[in-house]
């Protein structure tokens, strides 16, 4: 008899270790989808389907297919939701990072909508997207992002923004005379252009509640406004899935 319980005691503690190291490891878990959805490792090519409840690492990148909605539940309530036909690189979850717990994640296409449920400062939220990047604590928000820039929508809570202006100093007011050489002459000695000097300006804003934000591809601010609920895309599916899912963890 008390060999069994012995056995039974190791073999408890045994599998009470294995799932503490596996919960550990696991950073996260696909926690809504609606639709068609892959994942895969960012040194990998090859796409997996992804399904409800599966794992979420860093250095996954997932993406939405069309018409397809996922979300991804990390530690204290937070969720990360990608639209449709959205690509996004978790490049860091929960690392530990000068006492610091740092998540990162790179929009590399496409939308996500975020609630992140912790205040504290120990842990912080990045996101990069087209020619900024944001610091998030305790926020709802909604970040767009395409070739031509990124928007970020803030819905409670601020959002901490990040840019850099990059100009070419060029004098573009100089316009130079169009030659049209006759036939069989020689052209002489030209001058090769040098260098061209480019400088940087880095801004930080913070985007406080109820406001949205438009920056170009080239880290111009385009646009800084209040959010007009009324518009045509926050009365989308896409919208309403999200304060769907927004109620649902009020409620838990």
């Known amino acids: 008899m008390r060999k069994l319980l012995l056995y039974l005691t190791v073999f408890v503690f045994i599998f009470s270790i294995y799932s503490q190291d596996a919960e550990n490891k696991k950073r996260g878990y696909i926690s809504a989808l609606k639709g068609d959805a892959q994942k895969r490792k960012a040194d990998e090519y090859r796409w997996l389907e992804a399904k409800l409840r599966m794992?979420?690492?860093s250095r996954d990148i997932l993406r939405t297919l069309p018409e397809s909605f996922a979300e991804i539940a990390l530690k204290k309530g937070s969720?990360?939701?990608l639209a449709p036909k959205t690509i996004v690189n978790m490049v860091k979850l929960y690392e530990e990072t000068e006492n610091k717990l740092i998540t990162k994640m790179k929009v590399q296409k496409g939308e996500i909508w975020g609630n992140v449920r912790d205040k504290g400062e120990r842990e912080v939220f990045e996101f990069e997207s087209t020619a900024i990047s944001s610091s998030v604590v305790g926020t709802e928000f909604r970040i767009q992002t395409?070739?031509?820039g990124s928007k970020i929508k803030v819905y409670r809570g601020q959002v901490e923004v990040k840019g850099v202006i990059k100009k070419e100093a060029t004098n573009k007011d100089k316009k130079e005379d169009i030659k049209i050489k006759k036939p069989d002459e020689i052209e002489g000695p030209?001058?090769?252009e040098g260098p061209k000097e480019v400088t940087m300006e880095e801004w930080t804003l913070i985007v406080k509640e109820m406001m949205e934000l438009e920056v170009n591809k080239d880290g111009e601010i385009v646009k800084y406004r209040?959010?007009?609920?009324?518009?045509e895309d926050d009365d989308s599916e896409w919208y309403r899935w999200n304060k769907e899912r927004d109620k649902e963890l009020i409620i838990k």
């Open 146 to 148: 395409h070739k031509k």
């Open 79 to 81: 969720r990360i939701r």
């Open 55 to 57: 794992d979420v690492e």
């Open 226 to 231: 209040s959010i007009n609920t009324k518009r």
């Open 190 to 192: 030209t001058e090769i």
